[in-house]
């Protein structure tokens, strides 16, 4: 086994399935948590110990998806406080489960997770480019930032729903 496969943390991302594609979802099953950042900037300490807390429960449930299946999201409701919410495949006993249903836009961007307000701003041109306006957003941050260094991209597709 390589170096490389033994040291993955987070699998390569591929963003053309996700570059400008539409995605319906009906009550597809998270997890929640909240979290404190500072003007929409994750707190990687914060992060890191809540994604393992979400993570580790939903191990211990059976409930991980297989890799592409896989998405952590983050909705910010103000730039102090973002929700984070992570696909499972089943209720998580102990955690806040959540469905989430509708019609969302995606677009990869890479960059600085200090970009996100530059890729809104740039989703929301898009949007108009196809008559679409986002009711939210959410940021999937495709890889953690060892993993990112290490691929020489911080990818994150942003989620418009639209309906």
Same mark, same amino acid.
Request: proline share 8%.
């Given at each position: ?62 409930? $991980?998806?297989?890799? /592409?299946?896989? *998405? ?5 409701? =103000? ?5 984070? &919410?992570? !696909? ?31 890729? $809104?701003?740039?989703? /929301?041109?898009? *949007? ?5 306006? =986002? ?5 999937? &941050?495709? !890889? ?20």
């Amino acid at each position: 086994m390589s170096d490389e496969v033994k040291s993955e943390c987070c699998p390569r991302f591929d963003p053309a399935p996700w570059e400008e594609k539409e995605h319906i979802w009906n009550e597809k099953p998270f997890i929640r948590e909240d979290m404190r950042q500072f003007f929409h900037i994750p707190l990687p300490w914060i992060m890191g110990r809540k994604v393992k807390r979400m993570w580790e429960a939903a191990q211990n449930a059976d409930a $991980i998806p297989n890799n /592409e299946d896989f *998405l952590l999201l983050a909705y910010d409701p =103000s730039p102090w406080r973002s929700e984070l &919410y992570m !696909t499972v495949t089943k209720d998580v006993p102990g955690s806040r489960n959540v469905k989430i249903s509708g019609t969302f836009i995606t677009k990869v961007f890479d960059g600085p997770y200090n970009a996100v307000p530059k890729w $809104i701003k740039k989703m /929301e041109a898009y *949007l108009e480019s196809i008559n679409e306006k =986002s009711l939210r957003y959410y940021i999937h &941050y495709t !890889t953690c930032p060892k993993c990112a260094k290490k691929y020489g991209h911080n990818y994150a597709v942003v989620f418009a729903q639209i309906r």
